[in-house]
Each structure stands twice: as C-alpha cells, then as structure tokens.
C-alpha cells in the first residue's frame, strides 16, 4: 500500500538533465508501427491524415493501491521517473483547449493496455493512451529509455508531431505536470 500522493509532486524530485538521448528525434519520419490503444483499436502515428498530435511518452503510471517499481523513495531519486499520474491529469485538464488547437493527444508508455485502461478509467482521461509494450516503436524511434528492476521505461519525452513527422520534442519534460502547458505555447508559436 502507497503512503504516498500519486496524484501530486513532491517538492524535492531531482532535475532530470538533458543528456542528448533525444536530439536525433526532430525531422524523423514515424515508423509504421500500429500501437494498442485503451480505447481497443490499433493506432498508427504516421498516418498523415493525423494533422497534429501531441504524444507524450511517460515511464508508468502509478496506482493508489499499489508501489512503484522498488520502494517509492527509490523512484522518486530516479529524475523524471516520478510524475507520470499529474502529467496526465494535466493533459486531461488542457485537453479542450489542446483540441481547439487542432491536436490530438495520446499518452505513450511500455505498460500494457489492461493497466493503461485502468488509469484512464480512474482519472477519466478524455484521450486514448497507447501502449509499446513489445518495444518495437520505441525502439525503431530510438526513443530515450531507463532501466529499474530488470523493466525497461521510456524516460519522459513528449513528441509533436505534424503529418507522421516529428516536428518538436520536449526532452527532459520537468515538471511533468506543466508539459501540456508547454506544448500549448510551443503550438500557439509554430502554428502552420
């Protein structure tokens, strides 16, 4: 059982730094990768029918009833593994605006679909999350990733991108609950 807030930051998380895991991702093509969605079909993020999307990729979310990887001390020593719960309770609170915007939102983790439904279910996300449990679109993108307790996490990126092409990554994401504030003024600055 948790003694902690899943839904809140605590103040003291360390500073995640950029270490260049993810200069290579602006200009990339998406793979043609077709990803399970919560909502129970495939998703494929190349499509260029999809003007603009906002993918933000997160380690995992957390449960009230359940411990982190590890004891939660340990994963909150881990910069940015801690806030997975609040950036998508931030996603959920812009998610009108992001669409009046013309963006379509989609959270990415490597957790599998049963327990991505659980957490749009209980913090009623108004979007779909998208898992890469098997690695292959991570993997092919050559997405930033961590290691803890043998279980390979994506570290936190948030991708937009314009017609199956990555046209701005925010990596490090720190604080994860401010990323989709973030993202509203990277769109409303380069809107095409």
Known sequence: M???DVYQLPADLPVPVDDGAARHLVGAPLSPVALPSTRGSLVRLDDAAIRLA???CYPRTGRPDAVALGSTAAWNAIPGARGCTPQSCAY????????ELGAVIYGLSTQPTDYQREAVNRLHLPFELLSDSAGEFSARLRLPWFEVAGVRLLKRVTLIIRQGRIAHCIYPV???DKDAETVITWIRGHAA
């Open 2 to 4: 948790r003694t902690d």
């Open 54 to 56: 906002v993918v933000y």
């Open 92 to 99: 959920r609170d812009h998610h009108r605006k992001l669409q």
């Open 174 to 176: 720190f604080p994860p």
